[in-house]
């Protein structure tokens, strides 16, 4: 009797199956061959012309660091660079196929590939239109496709993150005792490629204890049918019956039916509804009291902040559970308690000897080095450096505020590029809301809880969007299929389609443009400050070259000298070559031995007699624009300004100057080279050097691009 009691809480804690799953297997099998033709388009478009775009600041690090492991100079993990997991695998791609730029971004191109095929997983409770719908935004992001062709860990580590969502969902429907070692394992290889993996833990971490809240009250109020606990209650029903006969007689017949003693006093779905909201107000509202600088603060660190938000859940779970008890709930009954012990306690402590022992695999490189690198940012040994080197600086991080500074950064990108999978989303949180069920509940809380997360916490940059969006396109899913179900005419279902067309049209476009053929121009928003321009990897190519024209004619290498701060992403644009060298230039420093010397524009030396063996080329170095969305209006007139520049950017990606001098900017800098080098290049080239023409053109208040530095003419 009590397996069978079992039996059906965990039925009815399962998803209760969408209306549009319940269809034929015809249907399933044209949703297989679209998602089958989803994913070929997917491959062709992570895969193909993967090297086209420079290589941005991150990304060249990212494949130095991974160039090191394969040749055994790795120190080991810092967290300024995260987590070593990737390197490893980026130095066993460099094995394989060999060392390029395509290869270096392989690794976020097969993580694109993997997100964009996963939501196939969760069909059952997406339906063929919810489940089609989230594969084609995924595909289609521009977000998305930019950020699978990007050299940094996020893509890889958004795969890992969706990976250990949909093994904590199913752990939750139906627990096997691998489940353990599968989610610890996860988080490990998490923590392995990046710290964000804290911000995860908490935004589960405070579900679960919602989720056990609501489960005691839920098994407090609407227990299973068939409960021994409490007697049955009986309601009278007075029923007329018209029996044709003689008269035409009505004949009234009372009688007793039996009704469980523990009805729906309240209903599931409310429960699940107003825990939700409770746990996404209050973590609202503790983010709210932390503000917008989220570092140690005087008197009342975050830490503390968070630790009452915590403190908060585990109290009202603690009330729900006193509840349970005072009607003698069975606890064994409770479907999280239940998922928790299926393992029992032995299959827990095997996950945890296993998790450890691929963390301190991973940490201290297959156990070939237990020293840490002796940086102030990892100053421990390899173990303890993974233990809490990466939480310390990630803590001490949120003070800074690094990339954007505005809450609302997340929204706007958002609003810019994914105004479809937002507003399926929004449609997909109403449904949820409406008739609550467990995915759901765990799809609209993780899309929630990253928003609000991701847009407090003090580091903002482009390719964290992803982090967001990928709930946001799961939500959106489940709102696809919730509008689908609902549509009664054909009016509306013309509607809709023409609103997919239109959305998914948009994004494709976007897509083609900002991946492929705008490379990585500054009037996109996911280019970040980090970003070099094509001719750093002009330069590089034409140094190549030149020194094996320097090597033929005087018998020796050229000796370039590139300062450290426009060191990178020269670093592995020249690996190979001979004799260029990491240098710290100042104007009283000038190292004028060397033949070619790069400095940025802010270390740049007026060339004297005594110099004059020299000339001075200008050039861009990096390139971003950061505009200002948020200065607002000072009156109504101003409005229709603030629409058509928004308008511009959207049809023509066309910047503008919102009064701050804020158009496209760049990193400028000088290329010293000795005349008789100059001299050399002229005599193979037509056109030895690159030139600072061959900038972005834009019109309007950016049409001369007059915030381009300038300082070394």
Request: glycine letters at 8%.
């Given at each position: 009797?009590?397996?069978?009691?079992?039996?059906?809480?965990?039925?009815?804690?399962?998803?209760?199956k969408p209306d549009g799953a319940h269809v034929s297997q015809g249907a399933w099998k044209r949703v297989r061959h679209l998602i089958g033709l989803l994913f070929l388009l997917a491959v062709l478009s992570r895969l193909s012309y993967l090297g086209l775009r420079a290589f941005h600041h991150d990304e060249s690090l990212d494949a130095w660091f991974s160039l090191q492991y394969l040749d055994g100079t790795y120190k080991g993990y810092d967290p300024v660079y995260h987590g070593p997991l990737r390197f490893y695998l980026t130095a066993a791609f460099f094995w394989l196929f060999g060392q390029s730029d395509s290869i270096a971004r392989l690794l976020p191109a097969i993580s694109g590939i993997a997100v964009v095929l996963l939501p196939w997983v969760w069909r059952r409770s997406l339906g063929t239109i919810g489940t089609s719908i989230s594969v084609a935004l995924l595909l289609t992001s521009p977000t998305m496709l930019y950020f699978s062709r990007f050299g940094r860990e996020d893509s890889f580590f958004l795969a890992l993150t969706f990976l250990t969502v949909i093994t904590l969902i199913s752990f939750l429907h139906s627990p096997r005792r691998w489940h353990p070692i599968a989610l610890l394992s996860l988080l490990v290889l998490s923590l392995a490629v990046k710290e964000s993996v804290f911000l995860t833990v908490f935004i589960f971490g405070s579900f679960g204890i919602v989720l056990i809240a609501q489960d005691l009250l839920t098994g407090t109020f609407h227990r299973t049918k068939g409960s021994l606990i409490g007697k049955p209650r009986y309601k009278k029903l007075k029923r007329e019956v018209r029996i044709e006969g003689v008269g035409r007689r009505t004949i009234s017949v009372r009688s007793r039916v039996s009704e469980n003693s523990n009805g729906q006093s309240i209903s599931e779905e409310v429960?699940?509804?107003?825990?939700?909201?409770?746990?996404?107000?209050?973590?609202?509202?503790?983010?709210?009291?932390?503000?917008?600088?989220?570092?140690?603060?005087?008197?009342?660190?975050?830490?503390?902040?968070?630790?009452?938000?915590?403190?908060?859940?585990?109290?009202?779970?603690?009330?729900?559970?006193?509840?349970?008890?005072?009607?003698?709930?069975?606890?064994?009954?409770?479907?999280?308690?239940?998922?928790?012990?299926?393992?029992?306690?032995?299959?827990?402590?095997f996950a945890v000897v296993i998790a450890a022992i691929v963390f301190v695999a991973l940490f201290t490189q297959f156990f070939q080095q237990f020293d840490g690198p002796g940086v102030t940012t990892a100053p421990y040994g390899a173990i303890r450096n993974g233990l809490v080197s990466g939480f310390e600086y990630w803590l001490g991080e949120q003070a800074t505020v690094r990339g954007d500074s505005r809450w609302q950064y997340y929204l706007v990108l958002l609003l810019a590029y994914e105004w479809i999978a937002l507003g399926l989303a929004f449609a997909g949180l109403i449904s949820v809301l409406r008739k609550p069920n467990l995915f759901g509940q765990i799809i609209a809380w993780w899309a929630c809880a990253s928003l609000i997360v991701y847009s407090?916490?003090?580091?903002?940059?482009?390719?964290?969007?992803?982090?967001?969006?990928?709930?946001?396109?799961?939500?959106?899913?489940?709102?696809?299929?919730?509008?689908?179900?609902?549509?009664?005419?054909?009016?509306?279902?013309?509607?809709?389609?023409?609103?997919?067309?239109?959305?998914?049209g948009y994004a494709t476009v976007t897509s083609v443009y900002s991946s492929y053929l705008r490379g990585g121009e500054p009037q996109e928003l996911f280019v970040q400050a980090g970003q070099a321009t094509p001719e750093v990897v002009e330069w590089a190519e034409q140094l190549e070259t030149l020194d094996r024209i320097s090597l033929a004619h005087f018998g020796e290498h050229l000796e370039v000298k590139i300062d450290s701060d426009v060191y990178w992403p020269y670093g592995w644009y020249l690996r190979d070559f001979h004799s260029s060298s990491y240098a710290v230039i100042e104007n009283e420093s000038f190292p004028s031995g060397a033949d070619i010397i790069f400095v940025p524009h802010w270390d740049r030396?007026?060339?004297?007699?005594?110099?004059?063996?020299?000339?001075?080329?200008?050039?861009?170095?990096?390139?971003?624009?950061?505009?200002?969305?948020?200065?607002?209006?000072?009156?109504?007139?101003?409005?229709?300004?603030?629409?058509?520049?928004?308008?511009?950017w959207v049809w023509n990606r066309e910047p503008w100057d919102s009064g701050s001098s804020r158009c496209p900017a760049s990193l400028s800098g000088s290329v010293y080279i000795r005349e008789e080098i100059f001299a050399l290049a002229e005599t193979y080239f037509n056109s030895p050097f690159p030139r600072r023409g061959d900038k972005p053109e834009y019109k309007k208040s950016c049409q001369n691009v007059t915030n381009f530095l300038v300082s070394n003419r």
């Amino acid at each position: 009797m009590a397996s069978s009691r079992i039996k059906e809480t965990f039925r009815r804690h399962i998803d209760r199956k969408p209306d549009g799953a319940h269809v034929s297997q015809g249907a399933w099998k044209r949703v297989r061959h679209l998602i089958g033709l989803l994913f070929l388009l997917a491959v062709l478009s992570r895969l193909s012309y993967l090297g086209l775009r420079a290589f941005h600041h991150d990304e060249s690090l990212d494949a130095w660091f991974s160039l090191q492991y394969l040749d055994g100079t790795y120190k080991g993990y810092d967290p300024v660079y995260h987590g070593p997991l990737r390197f490893y695998l980026t130095a066993a791609f460099f094995w394989l196929f060999g060392q390029s730029d395509s290869i270096a971004r392989l690794l976020p191109a097969i993580s694109g590939i993997a997100v964009v095929l996963l939501p196939w997983v969760w069909r059952r409770s997406l339906g063929t239109i919810g489940t089609s719908i989230s594969v084609a935004l995924l595909l289609t992001s521009p977000t998305m496709l930019y950020f699978s062709r990007f050299g940094r860990e996020d893509s890889f580590f958004l795969a890992l993150t969706f990976l250990t969502v949909i093994t904590l969902i199913s752990f939750l429907h139906s627990p096997r005792r691998w489940h353990p070692i599968a989610l610890l394992s996860l988080l490990v290889l998490s923590l392995a490629v990046k710290e964000s993996v804290f911000l995860t833990v908490f935004i589960f971490g405070s579900f679960g204890i919602v989720l056990i809240a609501q489960d005691l009250l839920t098994g407090t109020f609407h227990r299973t049918k068939g409960s021994l606990i409490g007697k049955p209650r009986y309601k009278k029903l007075k029923r007329e019956v018209r029996i044709e006969g003689v008269g035409r007689r009505t004949i009234s017949v009372r009688s007793r039916v039996s009704e469980n003693s523990n009805g729906q006093s309240i209903s599931e779905e409310v429960i699940r509804r107003w825990f939700f909201l409770l746990g996404v107000g209050l973590m609202i509202a503790v983010f709210l009291w932390i503000g917008t600088n989220p570092g140690e603060q005087e008197g009342s660190p975050t830490l503390i902040k968070l630790g009452v938000y915590g403190a908060v859940l585990a109290f009202i779970a603690l009330v729900c559970g006193f509840i349970a008890a005072r009607r003698k709930s069975m606890f064994s009954q409770v479907p999280v308690f239940r998922a928790l012990l299926v393992p029992r306690f032995g299959g827990w402590i095997f996950a945890v000897v296993i998790a450890a022992i691929v963390f301190v695999a991973l940490f201290t490189q297959f156990f070939q080095q237990f020293d840490g690198p002796g940086v102030t940012t990892a100053p421990y040994g390899a173990i303890r450096n993974g233990l809490v080197s990466g939480f310390e600086y990630w803590l001490g991080e949120q003070a800074t505020v690094r990339g954007d500074s505005r809450w609302q950064y997340y929204l706007v990108l958002l609003l810019a590029y994914e105004w479809i999978a937002l507003g399926l989303a929004f449609a997909g949180l109403i449904s949820v809301l409406r008739k609550p069920n467990l995915f759901g509940q765990i799809i609209a809380w993780w899309a929630c809880a990253s928003l609000i997360v991701y847009s407090w916490a003090g580091e903002r940059m482009p390719w964290l969007l992803v982090h967001l969006l990928l709930p946001i396109v799961i939500l959106g899913g489940i709102g696809a299929q919730s509008i689908w179900d609902g549509i009664k005419s054909r009016g509306a279902t013309v509607c809709f389609s023409l609103l997919l067309i239109l959305g998914f049209g948009y994004a494709t476009v976007t897509s083609v443009y900002s991946s492929y053929l705008r490379g990585g121009e500054p009037q996109e928003l996911f280019v970040q400050a980090g970003q070099a321009t094509p001719e750093v990897v002009e330069w590089a190519e034409q140094l190549e070259t030149l020194d094996r024209i320097s090597l033929a004619h005087f018998g020796e290498h050229l000796e370039v000298k590139i300062d450290s701060d426009v060191y990178w992403p020269y670093g592995w644009y020249l690996r190979d070559f001979h004799s260029s060298s990491y240098a710290v230039i100042e104007n009283e420093s000038f190292p004028s031995g060397a033949d070619i010397i790069f400095v940025p524009h802010w270390d740049r030396i007026n060339l004297g007699d005594e110099d004059g063996a020299y000339l001075e080329i200008p050039y861009e170095h990096r390139w971003w624009w950061v505009p200002e969305f948020d200065t607002g209006i000072a009156n109504p007139s101003q409005f229709g300004d603030l629409i058509s520049a928004w308008a511009d950017w959207v049809w023509n990606r066309e910047p503008w100057d919102s009064g701050s001098s804020r158009c496209p900017a760049s990193l400028s800098g000088s290329v010293y080279i000795r005349e008789e080098i100059f001299a050399l290049a002229e005599t193979y080239f037509n056109s030895p050097f690159p030139r600072r023409g061959d900038k972005p053109e834009y019109k309007k208040s950016c049409q001369n691009v007059t915030n381009f530095l300038v300082s070394n003419r």
